[in-house]
């Protein structure tokens, strides 16, 4: 939390629901340029496990989204955010999933450039795909 204020990333801004709370944080992700999202704001939740960073934080957009890799509850369904090991599936490589070295950071960057290239193969909500 004190890294992100400390150096701010371009595209969105993350902080704490409550300051009494380091498990929960409130984002906020810009729109990509060229892209449906362009000129939007979208707030999203990500809610971290008590054992993080062994395990990845859950995000939920709390903004309406209309996107393949986010379901119709607005959870958001990328590698990065998977639980780490093996894909029983085969879609995804260990590393493409949750290690403990990412960070917010790291989420949000996967996240902005899944607004921008949305991945058609795995969806979560098939009807936007």
Request: aromatic residues 10%; glycine residues 6%; contains cysteine.
């Amino acid at each position: 939390y004190t890294e992100l204020n400390k150096n701010p990333v371009e595209g969105f801004s993350a902080g704490l629901i409550d300051d009494n709370d380091l498990y929960r944080w409130e984002v906020l992700i810009i729109g990509p340029p060229d892209t449906l999202y362009e000129g939007g704001v979208f707030k999203a939740h990500l809610t971290f496990p008590k054992d993080y960073p062994l395990r990845p934080p859950k995000m939920k957009f709390i903004t309406e989204i209309w996107h393949p890799n986010v379901d119709k509850n607005g959870d958001v369904c990328i590698s990065i955010l998977h639980e780490p090991g093996e894909d029983k599936y085969g879609y995804e490589k260990p590393e493409e999933r949750w290690l403990p070295i990412h960070t917010v950071e790291t989420i949000m960057i996967s996240v902005i450039s899944m607004l921008a290239d949305p991945n058609g193969d795995s969806p979560a909500n098939v009807d936007a795909a």
